[in-house]
């Protein structure tokens, strides 16, 4: 049978890949044949916040497997076999394809796709379960302390993990000389002799906090205290864990994830900063910083913690843009569909491929090889 297309294949110069149902493969657009084999099953596991790229890259990712992209944007991974719902593979990958902003995945409705996927370049076969997990969830694990036990399995039986951070929806974390600076008035002066425990309990309390109103003191960092302590009306609000800095977030996270992967390690992890075209427009005509130099001034605290922790992750930062513009800019939409291949509008910015060579500018494959492998494209 022919692999499922997703909606607006038609649109490009590529023809489907017919997919066999034994495992084996006969690439039309390639010519690449491969017998049937042993499939090696691996999880991998999308870990971001709400709104950091997942389900958008999933969408991309899907237009450009499914449809079995050749040329400059060519996967490193070519499709086998689907399971899972081709239904909303084909309805998001509609909505990347028109320039639409893809929905994000609803709380609560975790999907599973099962990608049969082979390594162009070794014939390795394996599957690849991708739960679309949404940011809600792993938000309210960081905030509420406890993994929800469908989260929690999937963690623990991870391969690998995409990780995504949005490039334009960061909290950063605040210095204490900006934390100084933000409490002045109420420390009544003390200066540098000031510490957090001379906030008035009236700036943290909590009424609310058992029933008692007892109050209660903010902990996950001075970021999140300073941006749930006053808002714009100088009003003061109880601690918000939502609005720690995303470094503390993520880290924590990645602590638990850790601790359930300890008999898999290095566990490969492919950092993803999504909308890297933003990062590239703001550089305005400089060179744009690598994703690595990016991850390094705008997440220092993450960036220490994988450096520290080696052992147990193996990490690549990858700058990808998977939509390749802003889909609420008219101007942007109408460049976008009018790009005769879709897949080119991708933009992906990694390490070089193990033989030294830059990796491909639109392989949207590559963080998933990484995470999947812990092998990096030629």
Do not use: C
Not at 43 to 66: D, E, M, N, R, Y
Not at 76 to 92: F, H, K, T, W
Not at 271 to 276: D, F, P
């Amino acid at each position: 049978m022919t692999a499922p297309q997703p909606p607006g294949a038609g649109r490009g110069r590529r023809r489907a890949a017919a997919v066999r149902t034994d495992g084996g493969r006969s690439d039309t657009s390639t010519g690449v044949a491969s017998s049937a084999a042993a499939v090696a099953t691996r999880q991998l596991v999308a870990l971001g916040l709400p709104g950091s790229g997942k389900t958008t890259f999933l969408a991309a990712l899907w237009h450009v497997i499914g449809q079995g992209a050749t040329g400059v944007a060519a996967p490193s991974l070519v499709l086998a076999n689907l399971r899972g719902s081709r239904e909303y593979l084909n309805q998001i990958a509609d909505e990347w394809v028109n320039g639409r902003e893809v929905a994000r995945t609803p709380v609560g409705a975790a999907r599973t796709t099962t990608l049969t996927l082979q390594d162009r370049r070794s014939a390795t076969t394996f599957d690849a379960s991708f739960p679309d997990v949404s940011g809600e969830a792993f938000m309210e694990a960081w905030a509420g302390r406890e993994l929800q036990p469908e989260v929690h399995a999937l963690l623990a039986t991870a391969h690998g993990l995409l990780l995504f951070v949005h490039a334009a929806d960061v909290t950063p974390p605040t210095r204490i000389d900006e934390w100084r600076t933000v409490f002045g008035d109420a420390l009544g002066g003390a200066g540098d002799d000031a510490t957090l425990t001379d906030v008035p309990d009236a700036m943290v309390d909590d009424p609310g906090a058992g029933g008692d109103g007892t109050p209660t003191r903010p902990s996950g960092g001075s970021g999140a205290l300073v941006g749930a302590a006053r808002d714009a009306d100088d009003e003061v609000h109880a601690y918000d864990a939502t609005k720690a800095p995303t470094d503390t977030i993520l880290v924590d996270l990645l602590q638990a994830f850790g601790d359930l992967a300890r008999e898999r390690t290095p566990v490969p992890v492919a950092l993803v900063v999504s909308a890297w075209d933003l990062v590239q427009r703001t550089a305005r005509g400089a060179s744009a910083p690598t994703p690595a130099a990016w991850v390094a001034a705008q997440l220092p605290l993450m960036t220490q913690f994988l450096e520290a922790n080696a052992r147990t992750f193996s990490t690549r930062i990858y700058g990808v843009s998977a939509q390749g513009g802003d889909v609420r800019d008219a101007a942007d939409v109408a460049r976008l569909r009018g790009m005769l291949d879709p897949e080119e509008r991708i933009v992906v910015v990694g390490p070089a491929g193990t033989s030294g060579q830059p990796m491909s500018p639109h392989d949207l494959s590559a963080p998933v090889r990484w995470a999947l492998l812990g092998e990096e494209g030629a």
